[in-house]
């Protein structure tokens, strides 16, 4: 499964600095707005001890652990919904995304110009909050323009789709996300076309000093204050930090590193395993002498959507899984000795993926 998540935030609040950081790619860094002016695309490795401990016990030729596309978009500014800035290009850019990573600036840096002049990141969410609303509107209004003529002919569908239409409609005239509007699945699938911009999931990030990594500042105390009720995530990342972590060479020099500040895992580390929540993600395993690989998928799929993470042809043919638990295979130690005291399971469709699965897949076609 390909995650794609934006990166999103005003000029000049780390968005640029966090990306270079946290992904394969590096995107232009400097003391302006604007600086990144076409979407950089990046990939961060997912990282996840359990893989490492499973090769240990089968020696595969190779690893391959599960990605996470990270796409850093220009900068946005008031009036973005109607085109200022580069606003048009970044409206289109994120909606492509599955989840938004929202960077919010919590630190006083005099040498940083803020945009806005003052450090102040519920103001800023607010601003990129009030743009993509206006153009979610945008498209609602189109939408509804569309599906009115056919409600009135009768259209039972049509006349669904503008309930649900007009429902949102009124949520976002109030100053309110999409995301946080409570509504029916049944009903939420009529919009899910639309791909609505504040519908999308959403992390706050807040780029923090590195004397606030741990426990947070004044600034974060008023975000978190900001988005209760909006069932989104919210995480602490010094910028600052994971650019000096990119730069060390070696695992043992960044653990040593971490370990110096006071820091159980990298900024990293928390954010993926932040979208990952956020997204309902979870990561079954296929494990074999060729490879140990990693596959995301989301929680609650069954063992034939599972198996088409792989090819598409082992979900049309799927006949059945055999199924080890990560915690059995680490005290087994290999697939012989789980199969010989009974821990490997065979499994039909039915069969709810759980996280750490070690999953072979028997198909037909």
């Known amino acids: 499964m390909a995650m794609q998540c934006g990166i999103v935030g005003l000029p000049n609040v780390g968005k640029s600095t966090l990306f270079n950081a946290v992904s394969s790619a590096k995107a232009q860094s400097a003391n302006f707005p604007f600086c990144t002016i076409e979407p950089n695309v990046g990939t961060i490795t997912v990282p996840d001890i359990r893989m490492n401990k499973l090769a240990a016990l089968v020696n595969p030729l190779s690893l391959v652990p599960t990605n996470i596309e990270i796409v850093d978009i220009a900068g946005l500014v008031k009036g973005a919904s109607k085109g200022d800035g ?33 450090v102040n990141p519920v103001r800023d969410k607010e601003i990129i909050d009030t743009e993509l609303q206006l153009k979610d509107l945008e498209s609602l209004e189109k939408n509804i323009s569309k599906v009115f003529k056919q409600a009135k002919t009768g259209d039972k569908d049509a006349s669904k789709m503008l309930e649900v239409c007009e429902a949102f409609q009124a949520h976002l005239l109030k100053g309110k996300n999409a995301r946080t509007l409570e509504m029916e699945p ?8 639309l791909n609505l911009l504040t519908d999308k999931p959403v992390l706050y990030v807040c780029n923090v000093d590195p004397e606030s990594v741990n426990n947070g500042n004044a600034y974060v105390e008023a975000v978190k204050t900001a988005i209760a009720g909006e069932n989104a995530g919210l995480i602490l990342i010094s910028a600052a930090i994971e650019a000096e972590i990119a730069d060390l ?16 895992k990298s900024g990293v580390e928390k954010l993926i395993h932040a979208a990952y929540k956020l997204l309902n993600y979870i990561t079954y395993f296929t494990v074999g002498v060729k490879e140990v690989r990693a596959w995301t998928i989301t929680e609650g799929t069954k063992a034939p959507g599972a198996a088409g993470e792989i090819h598409s042809d ?3 043919g799927f006949i059945r899984a055999e ?26 469709k039915e069969y709810t993926v759980k996280d750490g699965d070690c999953m072979h897949f028997r198909f037909n076609v």
Request: net charge negative.
């Open 86 to 118: 580069l606003g048009n290009q970044f409206l289109g850019n994120i909606r492509n995304t599955n989840a938004i990573l929202h960077v919010l600036r919590c630190f006083d840096d005099d040498n940083i110009i803020h945009v806005d002049g003052s």
């Open 186 to 193: 049944e009903k939420r699938f009529f919009i899910k076309d």
């Open 249 to 264: 060479e070696s695992f043992e020099d960044r653990q040593m590193f971490l370990l110096e500040m006071g820091l159980e």
């Open 314 to 316: 082992f979900e049309k």
């Open 323 to 348: 199924v080890i638990a990560y915690e059995d295979y680490i005290h087994y130690g290999s697939e012989a000795a789980c199969r010989e005291v009974g821990k490997l399971r065979v499994e039909g």
